[in-house]
């Protein structure tokens, strides 16, 4: 079946812009994760959906990134006003149930000019 | 708070010679143990597992993995690689207690010259 499905892959604008990366998990998948990927760097967490749960937002570096999720399908992630260091790939991943490993997107990469 | 120590950021290595990747993590409860591969400009592909069981681990392309509990290390080994194994390695854990989210190691680059 199809697999995580992110858009725009590529994403290139100034700064102080705003900026909405798009993520489809697998059909029927209850979990979602965002990550982000700096350059040479592993990755990083930054928020967890689960079904209708309260999100898991530890990893969201500043109060300009949120992310939103309804039920169990397409997640946005926003970054306003963006910044040079929010420059990195991000990518999406989701799960199914039970304890299934996480299958992830092929990312969308920011640029910030 | 959980890490994960990828020893070697870079790993030349010639075609058809074996290869270790070493991995590490600090943690005291029980987590469970990723090996992801990325590919240039792609998202990361499930190589192998470790929940429970057996502590050696075999996964996709030939690649195999050992989970040591009392050495903390899930390293990973191919007896003989190939030019397409060329690609990014990452470890990654769960730290457990009801946490979700994975703990990825800083990767480990893998060429495989001819």
């Known amino acids: 079946g199809a697999g995580v499905s992110q858009s725009p892959s590529n994403k290139v604008t100034e700064k102080g812009k705003d900026v909405e990366l798009r993520c489809d998990p697998i059909s029927g998948h209850t979990a979602l994760y965002w990550y982000r990927q700096r350059l040479g760097q592993g990755l990083e967490f930054l928020i967890y959906?689960?079904?209708?749960?309260?999100?898991?937002k530890s990893g969201l570096p500043s109060d300009r990134f949120s992310a939103e999720r309804t039920g169990e399908s397409v997640s946005t992630l926003t970054i306003q006003r963006t910044q040079q260091e929010d420059s990195a790939v991000y990518l999406c991943?989701?799960?199914?149930?039970?304890?299934?490993?996480?299958?992830f997107g092929d990312g969308t990469r920011l640029s910030i000019l | 708070a959980q890490s994960v120590t990828q020893l070697d950021s870079q790993v030349p290595v010639f075609e058809e010679a074996p290869v270790e990747l070493r991995c590490n993590y600090s943690s005291s409860v029980s987590v469970y143990l990723f090996w992801y591969v990325q590919y240039p400009n792609q998202g990361l592909q499930l190589l192998l597992k470790?929940?429970?069981?057996?502590?050696l681990v075999k996964g996709i392309n030939g690649f195999e993995a050992e989970f040591n509990k009392s050495q903390t290390s899930f390293h990973l080994r191919k007896p003989s690689v190939h030019i397409s194994d060329t690609a990014e390695y990452f470890c990654a854990v769960t730290p457990g207690g009801g946490s979700e989210k994975l703990v990825f190691g800083k990767g480990t680059k893998l060429t495989v010259n001819p």
């Open positions: 991943a989701s799960r199914g149930q039970g304890y299934q490993p996480q299958h």
């Open positions: 470790y929940l429970s069981g057996s502590t």
């Open positions: 959906f689960q079904g209708n749960s309260a999100p898991d």
